[in-house]
C-alpha cells in the first residue's frame, strides 16, 4: 500500500512537557518486486528454448527452490550475523545457485564444443547469469564497497566451480561413477577456494589500499585476504552445498543424466555431440 503515512514520536516525560513530537508526514512505497523477480525471468526464458521444450527440463526449478529454501531456513541460525550482510551473502549464494541452473540449461548448446571450449562457455554462463542475478537483487546506492566483495565472491565462486566440474570430469573420463565425480568435485573445490582467490586479494589491496579494502568487508568469511584455512573450507563447503543438487539432479534424472555426460564428455553417453529432442509441430 502506498500513500502518505503521519509518525508521531512519543514519550513519557512525567508532566514535563508535552508527550507527543510534531507530526511528522512523510509517503512511503513498498519496494518493487521486479528486480526479485528478473533472475527468476532469466531462467523461464532459458526454459522455452527449442533444446528445454520438454516436461523434463522443468525439473532444474527443484534444486534451485532447494537452494532457496535452505538459505531462507538457514538464516535465523546467524543471528549474531548483521542483518545487511546476512541479506549479501544470502542474494550472492542464491545468485551463483541461478548461474549453475542457466548452465544445466544451455548445456544441450554447449556440449557440441570441444573439452576447452565448453570451460570457456561455461564460465561465461555460469559467471555472466550469476552477476546477472546479483546486480538486480542488489543494493547500489548505499553498498558500493560490500557489492563490489560480493562480486568478488561470484567470480571466485563460478571459476571455482567451473575449475572444478572440468577437473574432476577429466578425472573421471575413464571410470566413471557418481560417486567418484562427487568425491573429486569436493578435492578440486577446495584446492580451488586455496589457491584461487589468491589473485583477487592482490587486485583489491592495490586497487583499494590495504586498509581501506579490510574496512570494507562485511564480515571475516568473506575477509578472502585473510581468511583462514577453516573459512577457505567453509567456503569450499558451500560452493559444494551448492552445486551438488544440480548434480543429484543430473545422477536420479535420465534427460539432465544424458546432459551432465555430454557437456563434459563422461564415458557412457550415446555420443560426444549431445542432440538436442526434435519438437514435434
Same mark, same amino acid.
Given at each position: 500500500m502506498t500513500g502518505p503515512i503521519r509518525v508521531v514520536a512519543s514519550a513519557d516525560l512525567g508532566g514535563m512537557g508535552n508527550n507527543d513530537s510534531v507530526p511528522a508526514n512523510f509517503t512511503w512505497t513498498p519496494p *518493487?518486486?521486479?528486480?526479485?523477480? @528478473?533472475p527468476w525471468t532469466a531462467v523461464l526464458l532459458l526454459l522455452v528454448l527449442p533444446v528445454n521444450r520438454c516436461a523434463s527440463a522443468w525439473w532444474v526449478l527443484v534444486p534451485l527452490a532447494a537452494v532457496t529454501g535452505v538459505d531462507l531456513l538457514l538464516r535465523p541460525a546467524f543471528s549474531s550475523v548483521p542483518s545487511e550482510g546476512l541479506e549479501m551473502f544470502g542474494v550472492a549464494f542464491t545468485s551463483l545457485a541461478i548461474g549453475v541452473a542457466?548452465?544445466?540449461?544451455?548445456?544441450? /548448446?554447449?556440449s557440441r564444443l570441444p573439452r576447452k571450449g565448453v570451460f570457456?562457455?561455461?564460465?561465461a554462463v555460469l559467471g555472466l547469469v550469476s552477476f546477472f542475478? /546479483?546486480?538486480?537483487?542488489?543494493?547500489?546506492?548505499?553498498?558500493e564497497r560490500e557489492n563490489f566483495v560480493f562480486l568478488t565472491f561470484l567470480a571466485c565462486g563460478a571459476l571455482i566451480a567451473t575449475l572444478a566440474m572440468t577437473v574432476a570430469a577429466l578425472l573421471c573420463r575413464?571410470?566413471? *561413477?557418481?560417486l567418484w565425480l562427487s568425491l573429486w568435485m569436493a578435492v578440486c573445490l577446495v584446492a580451488g577456494w586455496v589457491l584461487i582467490p589468491l589473485p583477487f586479494v592482490v587486485f583489491g589491496s592495490v586497487a583499494c589500499g590495504w586498509e581501506s579494502w579490510w574496512q570494507g568487508l562485511p564480515y571475516p568469511l568473506l575477509r578472502v585476504a585473510s581468511a583462514s584455512a577453516r573459512d577457505r573450507a567453509?567456503?569450499? !563447503?558451500?560452493?559444494?552445498?551448492? !552445486?551438488?543438487p544440480f548434480f543429484l539432479l543430473a545422477f @536420479?534424472? *535420465?534427460?539432465?543424466?544424458q546432459r551432465l555426460r555430454a557437456l563434459w564428455h563422461l564415458p557412457g553417453c550415446a555420443s560426444t555431440k549431445f542432440v538436442p529432442p526434435l519438437i514435434s509441430e
Open positions: *518493487s518486486i521486479i528486480p526479485a523477480l @528478473l542457466a548452465l544445466w540449461l544451455a548445456a544441450p /548448446y554447449l570457456f562457455l561455461a564460465l542475478a /546479483y546486480a538486480c537483487r542488489a543494493d547500489w546506492e548505499t553498498n575413464k571410470r566413471y *561413477s557418481p567453509h567456503l569450499a !563447503v558451500l560452493n559444494f552445498a551448492l !552445486v551438488m @536420479l534424472e *535420465s534427460h539432465y543424466r
